[in-house]
């Protein structure tokens, strides 16, 4: 049984362009959620998503936007990059109206900036 | 934003010691979870805890809901060398609902063998 897969591992994008984050949950899962772990603190909940619509929204700029798709996978991307999204992206998987007491995480993507 | 506050910041240990870390918050939380991650991993679920005064184990670790609900205690007893890591303690946001996590900065935890 597969757990919450992610790719790539890792990425180095410049100032102003665009990313693409991919995850594919948990057997099983049907909600995801995208974290942000800047170094040295601990994740920042970006959004969340269930049947295929973001149902909840942390502190982010509409630059982040989000996709789910039919079989559950996600897709997160960033315009318009900025040196302060260097960090590890995290997705977590869960079953719905559960999502804290089964959230599985993925080992991230981790982007850098230039 | 809310925030959940973590001390201490890191732990230098020596195999075989005891482990005590917590977490406080302004607000009131009704789940508390704590997590550890490794590098290169996302973090994992280590124990959740449901209702205030609640204490739950794990193996070698324990962890307590403060009976305040503002606040959670993580221990762990005869460290090893592969408890090696950054603890995390989360909870659903207050304000948010119950599906966005918030979380500590963490507490990073070296054991010397």
């Known amino acids: 049984d597969a757990g919450v897969t992610q790719s790539p591992t890792h990425l180095i994008k410049t100032r102003g362009q665009q990313v693409t984050l991919r995850c594919s949950p948990k057997?099983?899962?049907?909600?995801v959620s995208w974290y942000q772990q800047a170094l040295g603190q601990g994740p920042q909940f970006i959004f969340q998503?269930?049947?295929?619509?973001?149902?909840q929204r942390g502190n982010f700029p509409d630059r982040f936007s989000g996709h789910q798709f039919p079989n559950y996978s996600s897709e997160l991307n960033v315009n318009a990059l900025l040196l302060g999204d260097s960090a590890l992206y995290l997705c977590?998987?869960?079953?719905?109206?559960?999502?804290?007491?089964?959230?599985?995480f993925g080992p991230g993507t981790r982007l850098l900036v230039l | 934003g809310q925030q959940l506050n973590q001390s201490p910041q890191s732990m230098f240990i020596q195999e075989g010691e005891d482990v005590s870390m917590n977490c406080t918050s302004s607000?009131?939380?009704?789940?508390w979870l704590w997590y550890k991650q490794e590098p290169g991993e996302g973090p994992v679920l280590l124990i959740a805890?449901?209702?205030?005064?609640e204490l739950t184990s794990n193996g070698r670790l324990t962890a307590q809901f403060g009976i305040t609900r503002k606040d959670s205690f993580l221990n762990i007893s005869a460290s090893i060398p592969s408890d090696v890591g950054i603890y995390f303690c989360?909870?659903?946001?207050?304000?948010?609902?119950?599906?966005?996590?918030?979380f500590g900065k963490g507490t990073k935890l070296t054991v010397n063998p």
């Open positions: 977590a998987s869960s079953t719905s109206g559960r999502a804290f007491g089964t959230q599985y």
């Open positions: 057997s099983g899962h049907d909600t």
């Open positions: 998503y269930y049947e295929e619509e973001e149902r």
């Open positions: 607000s009131i939380f009704n789940t």
């Open positions: 805890l449901y209702k205030a005064g």
């Open positions: 989360a909870g659903p946001s207050p304000q948010g609902g119950s599906e966005k996590l918030v």
